[in-house]
């Protein structure tokens, strides 16, 4: 009666709501089952005499009340919520109440306390634990009072069962304790790591570049909707094979596996030859950029790449205008400034002839030469960097004397040198004669280098060098003892439109073109520009040229174009 009213007391008292995601441990599908085949246990064990009551009525009444208790868990108003402590002080009267009047204290329904004191721990921490624990030592002692003489032996068994049950709630929160708690980083790191690949889509479908990731097997897996524009479909991409879905043809309109390129990517790749077809007259000019991307774990080793499209078509038709612009313009303009320089220079010469001594005239005179001059170089510049800029352009290959190329090249600036009183003087290491390579490219280069040299010197020698370096590539350089660069200044001579700040440099004319052409020239023939340089001291500006240049080999076809392969 008295365990009856306490459980009444307890339900009022419980909020209406229940929350099934936490509080499923102590809900009615679970608990509500294990308290009805327990008490029904009991009325087993009456049935088989070994109860401790003998009473029909306190057995039947007791296992009445508990099924009934049980039962309205299942009536979602008289559920209990949050607030577990009625619910949990309820179990712990009615087992009390079996275990000291009606079942044998010590015995398998003893065992089912394991489970209240996990409860209490799980919901109230410590302070269950201890509660629940105290609860079980007054019932055994209320069980050994109620139910025997109380003696020696039994209060020593009866503490043995303390301690087993006891040490068995502790193992089995520990247990499941710990398994919540790793299931809750678990979900935290699913949960941000669902909030991370959002965030990553939502930024990769903002983006105006298509994107398209996929597995090894080339099956796409992510993409946004910028691809879907690109490729111009609306089908979905999800499962499909890249090279289903991008045709590349190369500039001779060559078809391109896309999984051969790809696969050709280690860590990231760029290409902006391609193209594909959006119909028969329109071509869709492709930068595309390839990543390798890889997770290896002990439980997963996945590989794919990523794969980023920009349609560069208006770029592309934009930069061949500009280079056929000023290649049309450097060709115009070459032929008017010739004249002009031409006649400027005659006048000139003629005003002297004829002693006419208009100081100011002679002035103005010298000025405009000085800009025609400048102009032509810089006409002289443009037309070069445009050759250089169209990659197609086939390069001439020549087999040639390289202490021959050299007086060419010195001959163009030696009535310069000799107006500043600047000796140059050549050493060829006997060991080379010949070169492999575009000739025109590298004199260009080299008088790049002896122009500078002479322009930027005042004084002294300057020394062209041919050596070959124990790597086997064969160094050219140009050494002067001109005004040299600071430090700052060595990392940009190779920029385009860059000069030094440096007043001494700003004396002469210049367009800041000649070096970074050079450059680029020398890209083209595999070979590479470096420089040492003091300021205040001088320059040593090199070209190092590549093995093969030092080959000596055949003029014929078949072999020109073998080189030129090479030479890329
Ligand atoms: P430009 O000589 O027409 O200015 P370049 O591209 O040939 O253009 O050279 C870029 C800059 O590098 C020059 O303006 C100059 O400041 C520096 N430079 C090049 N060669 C030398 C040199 N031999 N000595 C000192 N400075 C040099």
């Not at 320089?341 to 005659?346: F, G, P, W």
Request: charged content about 25%.
């Amino acid at each position: 009666m008295f365990f009856a009213i306490i459980i009444v007391m307890a339900k009022k008292e419980a909020p209406l709501l229940l929350d099934k995601s936490e509080e499923s441990i102590l809900d009615a599908r679970t608990t509500s089952p294990l308290v009805i085949i327990s008490s029904l246990l009991i009325l087993v064990s009456f049935y088989f005499d070994l109860t401790y009551s003998k009473n029909s009525a306190i057995v039947f009444a007791t296992v009445g009340t508990i099924i009934v208790f049980a039962l309205t868990n299942y009536i979602p108003k008289l559920q209990f919520t949050k607030n577990h402590i009625p619910y949990l002080i309820s179990y712990h009267f009615a087992l009390a109440f079996v275990l000291i009047f009606v079942m044998p204290t010590v015995g398998y329904f003893l065992v089912l306390w394991i489970l209240l004191a996990y409860l209490s721990e799980y919901y109230y921490q410590l302070k269950g634990l201890v509660i629940s624990l105290m609860a079980l030592l007054i019932t055994l002692f209320g069980g050994l009072y109620v139910q025997s003489n109380i003696n020696q032996q039994n209060i020593i068994i009866y503490l043995q069962w303390f301690i087993l049950i006891s040490g068995a709630s502790l193992i089995l929160s520990r247990i499941i304790l710990g398994t919540k708690e790793v299931r809750t980083n678990l979900a935290e790191k699913t949960s941000r790591a669902e909030y991370e690949h959002q965030r990553l889509l939502a930024l990769i479908n903002s983006m105006t570049e298509a994107v398209l990731s996929i597995n090894e097997d080339g099956e796409v897996n992510t993409y946004n909707s910028a691809a879907l524009d690109i490729l111009n479909t609306h089908s979905d991409l999800n499962g499909k094979k890249i090279q289903s879905i991008i045709e590349l043809f190369d500039k001779e309109n060559n078809p391109i596996d896309i999984i051969q390129v790809i696969h050709e990517t280690k860590y990231i790749s760029k290409k902006t030859d391609y193209h594909i077809k959006r119909s028969d007259k329109e071509n869709i000019m492709l930068e595309i950029n390839i990543s390798k991307a890889g997770s290896s774990t002990p439980i997963t080793h996945e590989t794919g790449y990523t794969i980023l499209l920009r349609d560069i078509t208006k770029q592309k038709s934009l930069e061949e205008e500009r280079e056929d612009f000023i290649s049309v313009v450097s060709h115009e303009l070459r032929t008017p400034i010739t004249v002009a320089e031409a006649n400027v220079s005659m006048a000139q010469l003629m005003y002297k002839r004829a002693h006419f001594n208009d100081k100011n005239t002679m002035d103005s005179m010298e000025k405009a030469h000085q800009k025609i001059l400048f102009l032509s170089e810089m006409v002289n510049d443009l037309s070069t960097l445009s050759r250089a800029e169209r990659e197609n352009k086939e390069m001439d290959i020549e087999t040639f004397d390289i202490g021959s190329l050299i007086s060419e090249v010195i001959d163009l600036s030696s009535e310069k040198a000799k107006q500043k009183s600047i000796i140059i003087k050549t050493t060829i290491e006997s060991n080379i004669s010949k070169l492999t390579t575009s000739k025109l490219y590298l004199k260009e280069i080299l008088q790049n280098f002896l122009s500078n040299a002479i322009k930027y010197s005042d004084k002294g020698s300057v020394d062209i060098t041919a050596q070959k370096q124990s790597s086997g590539k064969i160094r050219i350089s140009v050494k002067d003892h001109g005004i040299g660069l600071s430090e700052g200044d060595k990392d940009r001579v190779f920029d385009k439109f860059w000069r030094s700040e440096n007043p001494l440099t700003r004396v002469n004319e210049g367009t800041g073109l000649g070096l970074y052409i050079s450059n680029k020239l020398a890209r083209r023939i595999n070979a590479e520009l470096g420089l040492d340089s003091r300021l205040g001291e001088g320059s040593t500006f090199y070209i190092d040229l590549p093995v093969l240049a030092t080959q000596k080999i055949d003029q014929s076809n078949v072999v020109k174009n073998e080189a030129r392969n090479l030479l890329g």
